[in-house]
C-alpha cells in the first residue's frame, strides 16, 4: 500500500472511531484518551480507542471501569 492511501486510511480509522466512541461518551474529556491504529497482513485497517492511563501506560477501553470515561 502507498504511503499516502495509508495516511488516509488511518485518518478515516481515528475520524470513525472518535465518533462512535464520542456518541456512547458524549461528555468524555477526550484528552484523556488516545486512538491507535493498525494494518493487517491485507491492509485492513484497526483503530482503538485507549484510556491514558499514564504519559506510558494504556489501558483499553474494553474492559475499563466506564466511571472514568464521563463526569
Not at 500500500?1 to 468524555?28: C, D, V
Not at 483499553?60 to 471501569?65: N, R
Amino acid at each position: 500500500m502507498e504511503m499516502p492511501e495509508a495516511k488516509i486510511k488511518a485518518s478515516i480509522a481515528k475520524t470513525k472511531a472518535w465518533t462512535r466512541f464520542a456518541g456512547q461518551f458524549p461528555n468524555t474529556d477526550r484528552n484523556q484518551f488516545v486512538v491507535q491504529v493498525e494494518f493487517d497482513e491485507k491492509h485492513n485497517v484497526k483503530a482503538e480507542i485507549f484510556f491514558k492511563d499514564s504519559p506510558t501506560s494504556f489501558q483499553s477501553v474494553f474492559g475499563f471501569h466506564r466511571k472514568f470515561w464521563s463526569k
